[in-house]
């Protein structure tokens, strides 16, 4: 029997690697007439130590979020995605990515770049990505090449311990 995914949920953080599993997923969208569904999670926990912390840092973060995903939304819809939406969360990406999206919109399949942004937390307490691919309540697929399944032209930012 072969797997149809019918909801597709990308993680998108602004890094190189979750562009690659943005792309991928438009594809994979496209060729089964999924739903494909956007998320960008402010971190607000990084918010938590700062002494002066404002809640216009909050709507900054929020309107750039806004501003990309509405170039990834306007992208799948002119590759031909015709259900494709997105949403901003606030809180620790880890448990929104792996567990709460994934219920809340019934998903199928998580599509998330091998590392992203957070190299500090990557280093003390793990990847989001490692941890959603270990709890996470659908099937997870990790993105590490391009469109042509060739590794990424862009050197990773990874810290290397």
Do not use: C, W
């Amino acid at each position: 029997m072969l797997q149809q995914y019918k909801h597709i949920l990308v993680p998108v953080d602004g890094s190189y690697e979750a562009e690659l599993a943005f792309e991928k997923a438009v594809a994979v969208a496209k060729r089964n007439g999924s739903d494909l569904h956007l998320v960008h999670v402010v971190d607000t926990r990084a918010f938590q130590n700062i002494s002066s912390f404002d809640t216009t840092m909050v709507e900054e973060v929020t309107d750039t979020a806004k501003k990309t995903l509405d170039k990834y939304i306007q992208q799948a819809k002119d590759a031909g995605v015709s259900s494709v939406d997105y949403s901003i969360e606030y809180g620790a990406p880890k448990t929104i990515i792996a567990r709460d999206m994934p219920k809340k919109l019934d998903i199928d399949l998580i599509m998330i770049g091998a590392t992203g942004l957070n190299a500090v937390e990557r280093l003390l307490i793990g990847s989001v990505t490692e941890y959603v691919t270990r709890t996470a309540v659908s099937d997870v697929l990790v993105v590490r090449t391009d469109l042509e399944n060739k590794p990424a032209k862009q050197p990773s930012k990874r810290v290397k311990p």
